[in-house]
C-alpha cells in the first residue's frame, strides 16, 4: 500500500473510533401497556394464550388481561392491564436480548392490589450464554419483592435501587406472584406500565492528543496528495 493510502486509512479509523464514543439509550421491553390484544369493546376481562401477547411468556397456560375500568379498577396507562394471580400463582416474564455488556438497566413497572394487599417479586436475570434459564449459567441482576394496596397504582422504579449493570447476555425481566389479600392464589397482583431501559456504558476516553493526530495525518495526507499531482 502506498503511504498515502496509509495515511488516510489510519486517519479514517481514528475518526471512526472518536465518532462511536457517544452512549445512547433504548427502551427494550415489548408491549409493556398489555395494550395488546386489544379486548376491544367488552369492558370486562379476558384470558389470552401467552402465544397472543406479543412480549411476554408465562408459567400458566394464559395470561389474564382487563380492560380499564372493570370493577372500578382503571389502569394505571391506556386502556388495558394484566391481573398476574391468573388461573393461579405464576411468573409472567419477558426475555429481552441486544443489552450490550456494561450498560446500566433502570425498570419500572405499575402495580396495584386487588384486595387488602398483593405482594409480588420482580426480578432481572441474566440468561448466560445459551439464551435461556437452567444450564448453570444465570446471574441474577436484581431480585426484590413489592406490595401494593387497593388505594391505587405504585409506580416502582429501579432508580431508587443500586445501579444494575448488564453482563451482555440476554436478560430476563419476571414477576412472581407471592401472596394475595384475597387469600386465593387466582385474585390479586395488578400489573401496568412496564419499561426496561439500557444506558451504554461510558465510552472510554481517548488519549487528550488523539485528535490532534488525527487532523496532523489528515494534513500530511493532503499535503502529499498535492505535491504528488503538482
Keep these: 500500500m502506498r503511504p498515502v493510502s496509509m495515511v488516510w486509512v489510519l486517519a479514517a479509523a481514528m475518526l471512526s473510533a472518536l465518532s462511536a464514543a457517544s452512549p445512547a439509550q433504548a427502551a427494550t421491553v415489548a408491549n409493556g401497556g398489555f395494550e395488546v390484544p386489544d379486548l376491544g369493546d367488552n369492558p370486562r376481562f379476558r384470558f389470552r394464550s401467552a402465544d397472543s401477547v406479543p412480549g411476554w411468556d ?20 391506556g386502556t388495558q392491564h394484566v391481573e398476574l394471580n391468573a388461573r393461579g400463582a405464576g411468573t409472567l416474564f419477558q426475555d429481552v436480548a441486544g443489552i450490550a455488556e456494561g450498560s446500566s438497566l433502570t425498570f419500572e413497572f405499575a402495580h396495584r ?47 431508587t435501587f443500586s445501579p444494575v449493570t448488564a453482563l451482555g447476555g440476554t436478560v430476563r425481566l419476571s414477576f412472581t406472584a407471592v401472596s394475595t389479600g384475597s387469600g386465593s392464589a387466582s385474585v390479586g397482583n395488578f400489573l401496568d406500565a412496564v419499561s426496561l431501559t439500557a444506558e451504554a456504558p461510558p465510552a472510554v476516553p481517548l488519549p487528550a492528543g488523539v485528535p490532534l493526530l488525527v487532523s496532523g495525518l489528515a494534513a500530511l495526507a493532503l499535503l502529499r496528495r498535492r505535491r504528488a499531482r503538482g
Design 113 to 159: 392490589a386487588r384486595r387488602g394487599t398483593d405482594v409480588l417479586r420482580f426480578a432481572l436475570t441474566d440468561l448466560g450464554g445459551d439464551g435461556g434459564p437452567g444450564g448453570g449459567d444465570d446471574t441474577t441482576l436484581f431480585s426484590d419483592e413489592f406490595s401494593a394496596s387497593t388505594a391505587g397504582w405504585v409506580l416502582n422504579t429501579g432508580s
Design 58 to 77: 408465562s408459567s400458566a397456560r394464559d395470561i389474564e388481561i382487563w380492560a380499564n375500568g372493570f370493577s372500578r379498577v382503571t389502569s394505571y396507562e
